[in-house]
């Protein structure tokens, strides 16, 4: 099983950007499906973006063109790149990786967008 720890999250004004990480253990994680989901109050858990292991993305309808996920194996870590922060991005955002039945969750970091 991989171990995942997600950094970066904090508050941030309406068209800021952050800086999402994910550290991930284990000599698999390279062969993990990696994604950013959210969960926001009263609302259920819904996926941002995800990326396969040879680098193939996909990303939800309401952050394409302003979220961008990436991997570096080498460090075993996924990074998502928040641009043009909207008040309604405010979550908390949760890492994930897969490998085949077995899905390994972080344990989240809060994003809130605000003036």
């Known amino acids: 099983q991989v171990q995942v720890v997600e950094s970066g999250g904090g508050l941030v004004q309406p068209g800021g950007s952050l800086r999402l990480s994910c550290a991930a253990s284990g000599s698999i994680f390279r062969m993990s499906v990696m994604g950013w989901y959210r969960q926001a109050p009263g609302k259920q858990r819904e996926l941002v973006a995800s990326?396969?292991?040879?680098?193939?993305?996909s990303y939800a309808n309401l952050v394409k063109g302003r979220f961008t996920i990436s991997r570096d194996n080498a460090k075993n870590t996924v990074f998502l790149q928040m641009n043009s922060l909207k008040p309604e991005d405010t979550a908390v955002y949760y890492c994930?990786?897969?490998?085949?039945?077995?899905?390994?969750w972080g344990q989240g970091t809060q994003v809130t967008v605000s003036s």
């Open positions: 994930l990786a897969r490998l085949g039945p077995v899905d390994s």
């Open positions: 990326i396969t292991s040879l680098g193939s993305t």
